[in-house]
């Protein structure tokens, strides 16, 4: 049995435990897993597998010992999904971890495949948590950390306008803070952040989101075009207009009060609340219903359901733009 390292802090541990949704703090984890490994042995065999490429049996056959002893990593994605059979697999593996191999689960959290994340844990493995951020304050805090991780400094009214202009996506979030720490010298501040980022979030994704659940279909769209050809990813858009119709329906659902008790209560901040009840004038139930099918429909299209992406952008925008005057 291989003697156990520090599950702490030791990349190299025999398990890594990566446990959470969001997509670049797995990632993350992963990388920082395979560069400690080829740090140790440049010749280690990396073999990332999803759920359903790993199937009884798999896992003993990547794990048998070979004639060079050689370093390797085995990485499996969605470990909640995988079959009945291969968990027992896994969990006899992790009775008996391989010398020079380490295994990497990720795993989403919640109810499904609990028993192999349980069992994981009980095995001393080294976690990871890669929560997905879903407030603002988180995706704040996200943005000093990156700052802190790279040694520069940031005033919070630049990481505030960073995360204004940009948005929910931590890739993007962390690839602006990577190009600022690149180029500007000293501390960063909001003026900084504004020269770079400024026609960013005047051509963003939620600035399409915010025209469109106005009722603005003429500037949506030009938003939209603008967006597009300053390389903004249409999942993004098909994700701000998601958002932009939940807002809506969350808080005409929700009961009068001040800005402060309503941010608590629906998880925005209190700005966004004044922003929304200005956007909701014209919106129904119905109007609601009808633009989440279309942000729905659009979304499916982006990601591979239908064959002009650009174009389920558009009529996703104009039935947005529709919904948002149904009550006028």
């Given at each position: ?197 400024t026609g960013r979030a005047e051509a963003s994704s939620f600035t399409v989101a915010d ?6 279909a003429a500037e949506a769209l030009e938003a939209l075009r603008w967006s597009l050809s ?99």
């Amino acid at each position: 049995m291989a003697t156990r390292r520090n599950s702490t802090d030791d990349p190299l541990a025999p398990l890594t435990l990566a446990v959470g949704q969001e997509d670049l703090l797995l990632d993350r984890a992963v990388q920082q897993v395979v560069a400690a490994a080829r740090v140790s042995d440049p010749d280690t065999d990396v073999r990332d597998l999803t759920s359903d490429q790993l199937q009884p049996g798999t896992l003993a056959e990547l794990t048998s010992p070979s004639l060079f002893a050689e370093r390797k990593v085995v990485i499996v994605r969605n470990a909640q999904d995988l079959s009945a059979d291969t968990i027992k697999d896994v969990k006899a593996y992790l009775g008996d971890p391989v010398e020079e191999i380490t295994l990497v689960l990720l795993h989403a959290g919640g109810a499904k495949g609990k028993g192999l994340l349980d069992a994981a844990r009980k095995a001393g493995a080294r976690e990871v948590a890669c929560p997905k951020t879903t407030k603002p304050a988180e995706r704040l805090s996200f943005v000093r950390s990156e700052f802190r991780a790279l040694g520069r400094s940031a005033t919070p009214e630049a990481c505030q306008a960073l995360v204004d202009s940009i948005g929910s996506d931590l890739r993007e979030l962390a690839s602006a803070v990577s190009q600022l720490v690149a180029d500007v010298e000293g501390t960063i501040d909001e003026a900084v952040v504004a020269r770079y980022y400024t026609g960013r979030a005047e051509a963003s994704s939620f600035t399409v989101a915010d025209r469109a659940v106005e009722g603005r279909a003429a500037e949506a769209l030009e938003a939209l075009r603008w967006s597009l050809s300053t390389g903004v990813a249409p999942v993004l858009i098909t994700s701000a207009l998601a958002q932009g119709v939940r807002a809506i329906g969350k808080l005409s659902s929700a009961r009068g009060g001040r800005p402060a008790d309503l941010a608590r209560e629906l998880g925005m901040p209190p700005w966004k609340i004044d922003r929304v009840r200005q956007q909701m004038r014209g919106w129904t139930p119905d109007g609601v219903a009808v633009a989440l099918r279309a942000v729905a429909e659009a979304d499916a299209g982006v990601k591979g359901g239908g064959d002009d992406p650009e174009y389920a952008l558009e009529k996703a925008v104009v039935a947005v733009a529709r919904a948002a005057r149904s009550g006028r």
